[in-house]
């Protein structure tokens, strides 16, 4: 059991809906990101996904992408983040999962990554673009480390490849209600409460719905379809804004407490 999985089963004993905050590790540097991290813990995140700087980030919108870029000129990388995680451990019981791209982790290696994440104090990883079906070896050594292994599912997924994920995802499913890119929306997306059924039909693993949600009333909606909400570029964008003041991530943990109140609240 993971502190994810602990986290999920007391949401669920509580009848809550859980929070899952994205942020860009060293965005805009790795000082802040740790800081951000002591706060999210304070105002009861219930998951932190820490994303990894890459430069070439296909599925995510300018919001992300620019928060990479920043991150990278910091030369912000795996061993790094592990680094800080270590050490911000020390105080805070956040879950954390690492959201990676494939390339950094290829790179990086397997067997050390997993070594290192579980050294770290981290969770588990979600690797964006690894298919499911090739995720055997990736998923055989994080299990043997006790790590989660996130998979996504989109509104285009299968129902085959759903019952593929719903089985090699630990942790939590991540549900992308939307195609395209991160971003910002204004609008929730019909088919949520369809597809969430759908997967719900296969596994009793907490599903957790991202991509467009980007204020509270909108996180209240989506989680009466799933288990726990997403939420990635409002706040990184709000990370872009206040990087520059001494109390910034204050601020940005400000916002992010607006989100994750009415859930714990009751959606």
């Known amino acids: 059991m993971t502190r994810v999985d602990d986290r999920f089963a007391l949401l669920k004993k509580n009848g809550q809906k859980g929070f899952i905050a994205y942020i860009t590790a060293g965005d805009p540097t790795l000082e ?10 304070k105002i009861g995140v ?5 994303g990894v700087p890459f430069s070439d980030p296909l599925a995510d919108g300018p919001v992300i992408q620019s928060a990479m870029i920043r991150a ?3 030369k912000t990388n795996i061993e790094k983040i592990c680094k800080m995680v270590k050490q911000v451990r020390k105080s805070v019981s956040i879950p954390i ?10 790179q990086y290696g397997i067997e050390k990554f997993a070594r290192d994440l579980k050294d770290a104090g981290i969770d588990g990883a979600l690797l964006l673009d690894l298919p499911v ?14 790590l989660n292994t996130v998979f996504l599912i989109a509104p285009t997924t299968t129902e085959q490849r ?7 995802s630990t942790g939590f499913i991540y549900y992308v209600s939307r195609t395209g890119v991160t971003g910002e929306r204004s609008d929730v997306n019909p088919e949520i409460e369809n597809k969430v059924r759908l997967i719900k039909s296969y596994t009793d693993k907490p599903v957790a719905i991202g991509f467009g949600v980007s204020d509270p009333q909108q996180a209240r909606l989506v989680a009466k379809y ?11 964008r709000r990370i872009q804004e206040f990087a520059e003041a001494n109390d910034g991530h204050i601020s940005v943990a400000e916002f992010v407490r607006s989100l994750v109140t009415p859930l714990h609240q009751g959606a």
Request: overall charge negative; charged content about 25%.
């Open 32 to 41: 802040f990101t740790e800081r951000l991290i002591i706060e999210m813990d």
């Open 46 to 50: 219930d998951v932190l996904e820490l």
């Open 72 to 74: 990278l000129k910091n």
């Open 97 to 106: 999962i690492l959201f990676s791209y494939l390339n950094p982790v290829y």
């Open 133 to 146: 079906e090739e995720s055997s070896e990736y998923c055989s050594v994080m299990e043997k480390y006790g």
């Open 162 to 168: 759903v019952r593929t994920i719903a089985q090699y």
């Open 226 to 236: 799933g288990d726990a909400v997403v939420v990635g570029s409002a706040v990184v």
